[in-house]
C-alpha cells in the first residue's frame, strides 16, 4: 500500500477523495498479486508477461472496432483489467531477479500499443456507430499528433544510444576474456 501511495500517489483507502483511482489500485493491486503468486515458480518471464499484456492491449481495440456487441462488452473488461499484468511484471522481475533495461522498454512500448489500438478502436466503433467519416479521420490525426511528440522520439533515441552501448561494452568485455583465456 506504500508502494501504491509513492507510485501513484493515491491512497486506496481514502475512497471519498479517490472514487475511482482508488479501488481501480486496489483492484490492479490484488490481481497482480494473484498473478504473480501463480507465476513465480515457473518458467514464464516478466517480459512474456508484458508482451500478452501489449497483446491484450492491440485484441482490446480489434474487439473494440468490430460491430458485435459482446465483443466491445470483452474489450471494455480487456482495456480495464490488462493493466493488471502490467503491475504484475515489474514486480515479478524483481522476484526472479530478471529486471532489464529490455523489460523497461516494452514496459512503456505495451503501453503505447494499448492506448494507439484504444484509439483506433474508439474511431473505428463510433464510425460504426454513427456511419460518419470523421471519426475515422480524428483518430487517425490524433495518432499522427502524438506520433509527432518530440519527447517521445528523444526517449526512443536515448533508448536506442544505451542499448547500443550496452551491446559495444558487452562485446569489449567478452573480448578481453577471450583473450585472457587464449594466453
Not at 506504500?2 to 491512497?11: E, F, H, T
Not at 506520433?147 to 533515441?157: G, H, P, R, T
Request: aromatic content about 14%; proline content about 2%.
Amino acid at each position: 500500500r506504500k508502494r501504491i501511495k509513492s507510485y501513484i500517489n493515491v491512497d486506496i483507502n481514502d475512497w471519498y477523495r479517490n472514487p475511482y483511482a482508488g479501488p481501480k489500485a486496489r483492484f490492479y493491486s490484488e490481481v497482480s498479486s494473484i498473478i504473480i503468486f501463480i507465476l513465480q515458480y515457473t518458467k514464464v518471464t516478466p517480459n512474456f508477461v508484458t508482451l500478452t499484456y501489449a497483446f491484450l492491449g492491440l485484441l482490446s481495440g480489434v474487439f473494440l472496432s468490430s460491430n458485435n456487441h459482446n465483443l466491445i462488452f470483452v474489450s471494455l473488461l480487456l482495456l480495464f483489467s490488462k493493466s493488471s499484468l502490467d503491475w504484475a511484471d515489474g514486480q515479478l522481475a524483481r522476484i526472479k531477479k530478471q529486471s532489464s533495461e529490455l523489460g523497461d522498454l516494452l514496459d512503456h512500448w505495451g503501453g503505447q500499443v494499448g492506448t494507439y489500438s484504444f484509439l483506433c478502436g474508439l474511431g473505428i466503433y463510433l464510425y460504426n456507430k454513427n456511419d460518419q467519416e470523421h471519426f475515422v479521420l480524428l483518430a487517425i490525426l490524433i495518432i499522427l499528433l502524438k506520433s509527432l511528440d518530440i519527447k517521445n522520439y528523444a526517449y526512443q533515441l536515448s533508448m536506442y544510444k544505451i542499448f547500443k552501448t550496452g551491446k559495444s561494452k558487452i562485446n569489449k568485455i567478452t573480448n578481453k576474456k577471450k583473450k585472457k583465456n587464449n594466453n
